[in-house]
Nanobody, 121 residues
Framework: QVQLVESGGGFMQAGGSLRLSCAAS????????MGWYRQAPGKQRELVAG???????NYADSVKGRFTISRDNAKNTVYLQMNSLKPEDTAVYYC???????????????WGQGTQVTVSS
């Protein structure tokens, strides 16, 4: 069974920094794309940043230049470094992995449990 365990959320004042981590464990053949999404109260879940297995990245316009996504393939872990935090970054952050359980299997979506990030003004 695959588990995605997130850590690193919390409370921060505007202008501060936080680093989120998400480690995937279980019988995994390979991980393709990894990413971070967030959902604020009353809003839809949105993509914050994504990273492919080769290291290509993409970001939401609202976080470009402030957030950095990275991954450690040896540890099946994805990170989100969040700098210059703003109150509008307040949300529950979820990590997502698109992975294969077997060499012949299709890509499957797995989600972390979510971690709260709260930024005060």
């Amino acid at each position: 069974q695959v588990q995605l365990v997130e850590s690193g959320g919390g409370f921060m004042q505007a202008g501060g920094s936080l680093r989120l981590s998400c480690a995937a464990s279980g019988k995994i053949f390979s991980i393709n794309a990894m990413g971070w999404y967030r959902q604020a109260p009353g809003k839809q879940r949105e993509l914050v940043a994504g990273i492919t297995s080769s290291g290509s990245t993409n970001y939401a316009d609202s976080v470009k230049g402030r957030f950095t996504i990275s991954r450690d393939n040896a540890k099946n872990t994805v990170y989100l470094q969040m700098n210059s935090l703003k109150p509008e970054d307040t949300a529950v952050y979820y990590c997502n992995c698109k992975l294969q359980l077997r060499w012949y299997g299709a890509l499957e979506d797995y989600w972390g449990q979510g971690t709260q990030v709260t930024v005060s003004s």
